[in-house]
Structure formats: structure tokens, C-alpha cells
């Protein structure tokens, strides 16, 4: 894929938020899922062995998105802020919220792609994209302390099943573990599993990379919460929120034939942009799961996430 989708992606993340409005707009943070939906698509496409012809698929994918949301990927910049961020304004907003759940880890997942981008293209942090990418964390922040979930509050009973992480290690196995078993409703496409778990962690484990290890590491918490949030999906939920039954194919994600079709007849998790971060997310995290078996399986699990 070509380099301007990771302009597209930064640049739609910036505008989730109008900028006259501090703490939200219209449009909210969910939109924040298509900027990042592309970005996942070009790292996807880059660095793993893709048949040939996939990327041109997955563009075409990414380009039907893109002219369905044209008003966040419009590529004229447009900046009403007097201020201008640096790059580590984004990591320090991140800071104010990381230690509280919130939106799915959504505060971590958005902050870890921008600055994945904006670390491996320093052109692309132009004044107008970094103020839009801190007043988007700054909502979050603002909003943790609303709606929030405290970890220490949260896990005070001691009754809780997921165990504290140790390393980011643990926390990778307690995602994959989790995966691996989660119960599947075969006919609905679905599993019994919160995908966000996986873009989460990997958000963590990119911070690290990126070397925010210490900010990284306050996340942790929050992510156990998440896991335990998971638990409380029932398998009701799952087949009233998703009531009409398909048929998963056994394509790999890396062969034409897994994109060569019409995403729309079950239309799931592309409307989300959730097929390419799972993809994505979940390839830069299995050589650490660490099991062939426990890979295989959850490879397979992953057919009824997208």
C-alpha cells in the first residue's frame, strides 16, 4: 500500500474531535476506529508474507472506507488551534488517562498507531494533525475521570480471575489463553471473545517498543480489567446482537480468496474497521504466543472474529 494511507490515518485520527469543542463533538471517538482501521491495513499489507494481489485488495478495501467517511480523511489540513503539540504532548495526555478503563482501551490503542506512525514519519506531525491527536486524547482523559473504572477499586474484592501481569509477557498469554477457549457460536460468525482485548495489549506492547515502557507498564492494570469485562459477554448477547447465521470460510488471511469477497453480507466487524486492526494486531503478536498448537488454534478462532 501506498505511504499517503498513513497520512489518511493520522490525519483522520486529528479531526475525530471538532476543534472547537474540547471535551467531544457530534462525531465522537468512535470514529477514531477508521483512521486506525487504515492504518492497520498498510502495516498489515507491509510486513506480512501477503499473497500477491492482496494488496491491491486490501486497498480497495481501504479506499471504500475511506469514501465512506471522507469528511475525517479529507486531506486538506485545517487547524483552528493557536497552539501547537509535539509528539510528546501525546504520550504525556496518555498519561492522565492510562491508569483508569475506559472506551475498550481505546485512549491506548489510538495513542499507540499515532505514534507509531509519527515516530517512523516525522514529516507527518504537522501542527495541525498534532492538535487534533491531543485534543482527542485530552477528551479521553476528561472522560476516564467521568466514566472511568478505577483498577484498584475495581479489583478490591479479590474475587477477580485474571491474575496481575508480571511482565507484558503475562498479559499476552492471558489474551491468546483467553482466545484459544472462548466459546464459539459457530453459525453466527462469532466468539465469544472481545476482539479489543488483542488491540489493547498489542498497544502496550507497541508504547514498549516505541520506548514508553514505564507508561506502558501503568496501563496494565486497566487491561486486566478489560479482561475481566470480557468475562461478563454472555452468549445470549452475542445471538441477539448478531441474529442472522453465515458461513465462515477457511481462507488465510494472507491468500486473495479471504478478500476477495463481499464483506458486506455479513457486515460484522468491517463497518468497525475491526477486520484489519484483528488482523493486523493479531499477526505482530503471534510469534510471541508461544505454542505452535495455541497459535493454530487461535488462528482459527480468529475466522470468527472477521
Known sequence: MDTKYLRAGVNGLSRVLDSEDAFGSHRGWFCGHWACAVIAAFYFCRDNPIEPGVDEAVTREVDRMIGMHD????????????????????IDSLTRSIVRYIASGHNVI??????????ENPELATPPVLNGIVALLDYFEYASRL??????????????????????????????????????????????FDGHLMTHAHALVLLSRLGYGSVARSGYESHRVH??????????????????????????PFSLAFWDRDFNENDNQWGAGHVFKYLYTFYELAPRIGSQYRTNVCERQLAYLT
Open 71 to 90: 469528511d475525517i480523511f479529507n486531506l486538506d489540513e485545517i487547524d483552528t488551534n493557536e497552539k501547537t503539540h509535539d509528539v510528546e504532548d501525546i
Open 147 to 192: 466514566h472511568g473504572v478505577d483498577p484498584k477499586e475495581f479489583f478490591s474484592d479479590g474475587k477477580k480471575l485474571t491474575p496481575a501481569y508480571e511482565n507484558e509477557n503475562d498479559m499476552i498469554d492471558n489474551v491468546f489463553a483467553t482466545l484459544q477457549y472462548a466459546p464459539r457460536l459457530s453459525d453466527r460468525h462469532r466468539t465469544l
Open 227 to 252: 479482561m475481566e469485562e470480557n468475562r461478563n459477554f454472555e452468549l445470549q448477547i452475542l445471538m441477539e446482537r448478531w441474529p442472522k447465521k453465515v458461513t465462515v470460510d477457511d481462507y488465510h
Open 110 to 119: 489510538y495513542t499507540a498507531y499515532a505514534l507509531k506512525v509519527l515516530t
